[in-house]
């Protein structure tokens, strides 16, 4: 079972739709409720949204800065990869809030792409569940520890 009290304390942010939660935390291939919606692509659906969203906050607050394109892309790549997603869902302890599909199982340790893919998901949930608020969005990312506080 989800704790997902842990993971809306860890993104400060309270779902009005547990269901998007869940599905958030679910690995790619896991056969659940959402095999009727979406085949058995587990997260893999709000992953691709919250992929999409998470440059777009990152790049939203590169713009004011005035720094060039090349910066952008080379600090994009840093913040977006599946390296750091995965290191901010361990370090978070998310990874142990993951339901893993039957191939997984037993998990010694969550797969990058898996871990990855779930950070996404989480921001593609908010944004369905907060009705497309970009700045819960931007306040997830951050409590999510993919991308520093500047505020």
């Not at 910066?71 to 913040?79: R, T, V």
């Given at each position: 079972m989800v704790n997902q009290v842990k993971i809306q304390s860890l993104m400060e942010y309270k779902f009005n739709n547990d269901s998007l939660l869940t599905e958030a935390l679910e690995a790619a291939g896991r056969a659940n409720y959402t095999e009727t919606i979406s085949g058995m692509d587990g997260n893999?659906?709000?992953?691709?949204?919250?992929?999409?969203?998470?440059?777009?906050?990152?790049?939203?607050?590169?713009?004011?800065?005035?720094?060039?394109?090349?910066?952008?892309?080379?600090?994009?790549?840093?913040?977006?990869?599946?390296?750091?997603?995965?290191?901010?869902?361990?370090?978070?302890?998310?990874?142990?809030?993951?339901?893993?599909?039957?191939a997984q199982q037993p998990l010694e340790r969550v797969p990058k792409t898996t871990a990855a893919s779930t950070?996404?998901?989480?921001?593609?949930?908010?944004?369905?569940?907060?009705?497309?608020?970009?700045?819960?969005?931007?306040?997830?990312?951050?409590?999510?520890?993919?991308l520093e506080d500047i505020s």
């Open positions: 893999k659906r709000l992953a691709l949204l919250g992929d999409a969203l998470l440059q777009l906050v990152y790049l939203d607050r590169w713009y004011p800065s005035g720094r060039d394109r090349e910066y952008a892309s080379d600090e994009l790549q840093k913040f977006t990869c599946n390296k750091n997603l995965q290191k901010c869902a361990e370090e978070l302890t998310i990874t142990s809030e993951i339901l893993p599909n039957a950070m996404e998901a989480l921001l593609g949930a908010v944004w369905l569940d907060s009705n497309k608020d970009f700045e819960q969005v931007k306040k997830a990312a951050v409590n999510l520890e993919i």
